[in-house]
């Protein structure tokens, strides 16, 4: 059973574009929810973080959303640059057990010059 | 964060042979975990690594295809054992420095079975 739902699949914008990258999530009590970013070749790479008493998080061009009674959450990339084009995982923790990551799907995202 | 080191980073394995994959990391860490991703595909979670004692498999996951050992703080290892080429898969260790610390990976072994 998948808790967490990611989408799009795959996403296409031009240098400058800001793609959103949507999460959802079934089980309540996940309490802490990071994004990775992967590039072919490489481990995931812990990007940005939050949880759910925090609505939003900004770190350099990388902004998280929450909404917590809708339980979804959302990746924006400010200014996206063609650096950015690489594969995002939403995934989310429940710390009450054993702290196991659960990963969405995954976002493949291409910054065209 | 912690430097995690993997090996091999890659292999190619006859059927029916075991590979054993090694994750060093460079401080002490308090979990390790090892996960499975298909090329293209999301991470599934095969075992949580235990310092001292058996790994917690997930399902679908077992011990007999899937030993682990975790003999100190900084080191684990995961045995494919009696591969098939439904292993072809990559394989990664990820650590987490405390029970309220973020998760970070390794780059993985790929891993292919002829």
């Known amino acids: ?113 | 964060s912690a430097v995690i080191s993997q090996k091999p980073s890659r292999d190619i394995c006859q059927r029916g042979t075991s590979l054993t994959i090694q994750c060093q990391v460079d401080s002490q860490v308090t979990m390790m975990f090892w996960y499975r991703q298909q090329p293209g595909q999301s991470l599934t979670l095969i075992a949580t690594a235990n310092q001292g004692s058996e790994a917690t498999y997930e399902s679908g996951f077992v011990i007999d295809k899937f030993p682990i050992s975790r003999p100190n703080l900084t080191f684990s290892t995961l045995t494919v054992s009696n591969m098939s080429p439904e292993d072809s898969s990559i394989y990664l260790c990820s650590v987490a420095t405390d029970y309220n610390q973020p998760q970070h990976f390794g780059d993985g072994t790929r891993l292919s079975i002829l």
């Open chain 1, 1 to 113: 059973q998948q808790q967490v739902k990611q989408s799009p699949q795959s996403l296409i914008v031009q240098k400058g574009g800001i793609p959103i990258i949507n999460c959802a999530y079934e089980n309540t009590a996940f309490d802490y929810f990071p994004w990775y970013q992967q590039f072919p070749g490489k481990g995931p790479a812990l990007l940005i973080a939050i949880r759910p008493d925090v609505s939003e998080k900004k770190e350099g061009r990388f902004t998280i959303s929450f909404n917590k009674s809708a339980k979804q959450f959302s990746l924006h990339i400010m200014d996206s640059q063609p650096g950015d084009s690489a594969t995002y995982f939403c995934a989310a923790i429940n710390s009450g057990s054993a702290r196991q990551l659960t990963f969405g799907s995954g976002t493949q995202l291409t910054v065209l010059p």
